[in-house]
């Protein structure tokens, strides 16, 4: 994410139609003393509603892990209708008697659990779900989901939509940190990270943008169909399916990753020398962090000036307007720190948002722009009342605060002040070997300490925590 950046909504129940209608047999069996549903007694209980993150509780679920998603979608820009089908393949970690996804606000037509029809019903942002037999723990399992309805974004604790949100040929979707849910079932919580297939059909003369690799396109009847592949893990909200009237292009870089940019063209002029840059920008944060972590990049710059926001979507970054070469820089950073080495709570967002303005300031340093020892300067002279000392960035205190200057230009200062502790050698050793040791996968700020501290021999934790965790401006050593 690249500032500026963006109340939660009051959670109540509601009973869709079609949950009623479903619940009904159920309601009978019971009167009439039939067993419960098979694989549902002994062990099994249902999954959690919430992933625990201390920020966003409702976020994400317990008692599976989905491993793929395989998600149809149509959408007609003119009505802003969507139609969709979800099918998630999963694993249960433990016996299942029932299980939550996260969907807000679309209708749910219809749900099954491996071919047969389950229960459900909603409450609030949870679809919960109840399987005719038990999902047992390591068991894989298919749940299809199918909807529809007019996506609407969700409006973040600061304030910013995000999720699906409309613009004038399309839509803008980019999900952090909840608004997958706006637009298609999921375990929308970073930890659960899973493969994605995306088919999305939308009126024809219009450009449906997802994840990974294209796989094809075709047209018929008016409508143009869009078949993407995301075969690397990827955590719910980076996932992306934003219609635009684009002009696109794709090519493969010299190291075989496949580009695909998709421009509006009221942004093309001013994002095209920025786009050109792509490839050596992708080359020359390789060989600091180590090898591109996936087979496609690219680029979606929309034109949605009521956004006012960057996202670093897996694989192909989404943007509100043409972006400059920092923002360039930071969003691509990202598909390191933030997308192939993910969060295990909203918490330790430094980790994403510290790292890619660092790269940022990285960046200028060897191109002939301000030495990030100035720019670390510049920040530090702020006074003690300034915003930027308002929170310590490993702990920013609520949701509100994940995207505030502390978690970005505080967290890339505690960077730095590693850098000068340990020397530029090992401070580089130390960020390679942080992408390579999490690549697909988690870390956390505790993880990453005791990663500085073995690759440099220093006892740097207390560096670390001063900069991370102490309240007001910190003294410098």
Known sequence: MRPPRRSAARRTTVLSREAVLLTVPAVLAALLGAAAPAGSAGTAKPGAPGAGDAYFPLSGNGGYDVNHYDLTLRYDVASRHLDG?????????QDLSRFDLDLKGLSVTGVTVDGSAARFTRDGQELVVTPRHAPRKGRDFRVTVTYRGTPKPVTDPDGSPDGWIPTDDGAFVANQPQGAMTWFPSNSHPTDKATYDFTVTVPKGYTAVANGVLRGQSTAHGLTTFRWHAADPMAAYLATATVGTFQTESFTTRDGVKVYNAVDAREA???APVLKKLPSVLEWESKLFGPYPFRAAGSIVDHAPSVGYALETQTRPVYSSAPDMD???????HQWFGDSVSLTSWKDIWLNEGFASYAEWLYNEQHGGDSAQKTFDALYAR????????YPPGDPGSGKNIFGDPVYERGAMALHELRRAVGD???????RAWADAHRAGHGTTAQFTRLAQRESGKDVGPLLHTWLYAKGKPARA
């Open 85 to 93: 089908k979800a099918v998630l393949t999963a694993r249960a970690t």
């Open 269 to 271: 002029k001013k994002a």
């Open 327 to 333: 923002t360039l820089v930071h969003e691509s950073a």
């Open 383 to 390: 006074p003690a009342k300034d915003g930027l000392w308002a």
């Open 425 to 431: 050698k090992t401070f580089l050793r130390i960020l």
